[in-house]
C-alpha cells in the first residue's frame, strides 16, 4: 500500500465511516477512493487529492509531502493558487512597480509575479510580504532583461 493510500485509510478508520460514506462525504465519484486505497489509482487528480484534504478538514499538502513521486506532489501543490495570497502579492507588486514608476511588458510582469508568489506561498506566514524581497526580485529581473 502506497504512503498516500495509507495516510487516507488511517483518516478514514480513524473518522469511524465507510469508504464508500467518505466518498459521499468528499463528493467524489463511487470507488475514487477505493481505488486509491486498493493501488488501482496510483496518481489521483488534482482535484481528488483536494477534495480528499477537505473531507478530512486539512491542507492538500498534509496528505502528499513526503512522497516519494516528487512530479506527483509537484502537481498537487502548484495546481490550485492561494487567492488570498495572490491579491497580496498582486497589490504588493503593483504598489512598487507604481512607486519606481516602472513599465514592464505582461510576460516580465507575470515572471515577477511567479516568483513573488512562489516565495510567499512557501513561507510560514504566508500574508507578511517581504518588502525586501519585492524589491530585490524586480531589480533582478530588470537587469536581466
Known amino acids: 500500500m502506497s504512503v498516500l493510500a ?3 485509510k488511517s483518516g478514514i478508520e480513524k473518522m469511524g465511516i ?3 460514506e467518505f466518498e459521499r462525504r468528499a463528493n467524489l465519484n463511487r470507488n475514487a477512493v477505493h481505488n486509491i486505497i486498493s493501488g488501482k ?3 489521483p487528480s488534482t482535484k ?3 477534495a480528499i484534504a477537505e473531507a478530512f478538514g486539512c491542507e492538500p499538502h498534509e496528505l502528499i509531502d513526503g512522497l516519494a513521486d516528487k512530479h506527483f506532489v509537484e502537481r498537487v501543490k ?3 493558487l492561494d487567492l488570498e495570497v ?5 497589490q504588493a507588486l503593483t504598489q512598487e512597480l507604481l512607486d519606481k514608476d516602472i513599465d514592464l511588458t505582461m510576460d516580465e510582469y507575470i515572471a515577477l ?5 512562489s516565495y510567499q506561498d ?6 507578511a510580504l517581504d518588502k525586501t524581497f519585492i524589491e530585490w526580485i524586480i531589480k533582478k529581473h530588470l537587469e536581466i532583461s
Open 78 to 80: 502548484r495546481t490550485y
Open 48 to 50: 481528488t487529492i483536494y
Open 86 to 90: 495572490v491579491h497580496k502579492c498582486t
Open 18 to 20: 465507510s469508504i464508500l
Open 113 to 117: 509575479f511567479e516568483d513573488i508568489y
Open 41 to 43: 489509482s496510483k496518481k
Open 122 to 127: 512557501a513561507s510560514e506566514n504566508k500574508m
Open 6 to 8: 495509507a495516510r487516507i
